[in-house]
């Protein structure tokens, strides 16, 4: 299957029914990510056991690839060491912004982001939820409010 046809498939699939949405409550960590380019709002939450992310979930609105962006990422990372998930979100970053990136580590549907580099104003739809999820990782246990990440910040 080519990435066009994994794309295509992968993000209609995963948009038509998002995996792990909603929220946990309570959770050990949380962050909310904003794409004002399109619209898109996403809230991130998650359930750390040790240095591993037990679960994750996500909610909010946003268009189709942000949507199945989440969707695919919460698949990809829950279960995962924080340092394994931090290798996901180097090689997602990566896979949506340099054409010929070659991942160092196996990606499974992942790659089907890597489809958004044809259509430039979508990368950063796809990579809102990979942002947010960083932000909630980074949160310092007492900072209170959860982060708020902006695409349109840095
Ligand atoms: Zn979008």
């Known amino acids: 299957m080519d990435v066009r046809e994994l794309y295509r ?8 029914s998002p995996r792990n949405f909603g929220r ?6 949380s962050a909310v990510g ?5 619209g898109d709002a ?4 998650l359930r750390l056991d040790g240095d591993r992310l037990s679960e994750m979930r996500f909610n909010g609105q946003g268009c ?4 199945a962006s989440a969707s695919l990422m ?18 997602v970053h990566a896979l949506l912004t340099e054409a010929s990136h070659v991942p160092s580590i196996p ?7 890597g489809g958004v ?33 902006s695409t349109e910040q840095s």
């Open 9 to 16: 498939d992968v993000i209609l699939d995963h948009n038509r």
């Open 24 to 29: 946990l409550e309570p959770a050990d960590a």
């Open 34 to 38: 904003h794409n004002p380019l399109c």
């Open 42 to 45: 996403l809230s991130v939450t």
């Open 64 to 67: 189709a690839i942000s949507i």
């Open 74 to 91: 919460s698949e990809a990372v829950s279960g995962k060491s924080l340092k394994d998930v931090e290798a996901l979100y180097r090689e």
């Open 107 to 113: 990606l499974g549907k992942l790659m089907a982001l």
């Open 117 to 149: 580099r044809e259509y430039p104003a979508r990368v950063k739809c796809a990579s809102l939820c990979w942002h947010t999820l960083n932000a909630a990782l980074h949160q310092s246990a007492d900072a209170g409010a959860p982060p708020t990440v």
